[in-house]
């Protein structure tokens, strides 16, 4: 596990309409294609306040990078919870259970990026 610095994510459009479309879903997902990236998937995520992303789950192959850009965001590895704030980042190695929530009384805003490209879920 390793923590590194942010991402600026300025070029990331995101109509406001979708934010508030997010909040009332609990969590929605931007991905970010690239013809020239077929090793890594990428996106953003809006997660709301109070709400969960995935169920516990384990990468067999795949690393998977997060890094906040608005809110907090709490991901559970090596069991324990982590919390990062904006600017921050945390890689979760291959094998490794994982999972995210967001405890906080506002919304996060998240990037992340899985190489090589998603695969299954153990």
Known sequence: MNTHAT???SHVAI?????DLAATCGIKYWFLPSPHASKVDTGVVWLAAG???TALHTHAEE???FSVEYGEL????DDRWIRLTPGQSLTVPPGTRH???NQSARPC???????PQYGSLI
């Open 15 to 19: 109509r406001e309409a979708d934010l």
């Open 99 to 101: 999972t995210l929530r």
């Open 63 to 65: 690393e998977e990078y």
């Open 109 to 115: 805003l998240y990037f992340y990026a899985i190489s």
């Open 74 to 77: 709490e991901i559970f590895v």
């Open 7 to 9: 991402l600026n994510l």
């Open 51 to 53: 709400a969960c992303g």
